[in-house]
Nanobody, 124 residues
Framework: VQLQASGGGLVQAGGSLRLSCEASGLSFSNDVMGWFRQAPEKDRREFVAAVTWSAGSTRYADSVLGRFTVSADKAKNTAYLQMNSLKSEDTGVYYC?????????????????WGQGTLVTVSS
């Protein structure tokens, strides 16, 4: 399984960005795509959002609910994270990840495959 994240960049507070994660080598059981982020001053990644390929079910962290939208396009093997109303605290490296399972879990340890990360910087 390979995941390639892209779409990061520098944006002003209140602006928008769309991240993409192109996936290859996924099997039927790799149903969940998650997005995590790591802020500059933190040593751990935090859950942002997750989506299932099969049903398009979603789950969000409270901090991004109503501002971010996660989706997955099976035809393109690509997951997306649309980020609106960005805040300075959204700054960080964003990672996409895939897990071998069907539950929208928030725990980083349950995700088996990881992309390389893309940097999002929100200036205030």
């Amino acid at each position: 399984v390979q995941l390639q994240a892209s779409g990061g960049g520098l944006v002003q507070a209140g602006g928008s960005l769309r991240l993409s994660c192109e996936a290859s080598g996924l099997s039927f059981s790799n149903d969940v795509m998650g997005w995590f982020r790591q802020a500059p001053e933190k040593d751990r990644r935090e859950f942002v959002a997750a989506v299932t390929w099969s049903a398009g079910s979603t789950r969000y962290a409270d901090s991004v609910l109503g501002r971010f939208t996660v989706s997955a396009d099976k035809a393109k093997n690509t997951a997306y994270l649309q980020m609106n109303s960005l805040k300075s605290e959204d700054t960080g490296v964003y990672y996409c990840a895939a897990r071998d399972g069907f539950a929208l879990d928030v725990r980083e340890m349950l995700y088996d495959y990881w992309g390389q990360g893309t940097l999002v910087t929100v200036s205030s």
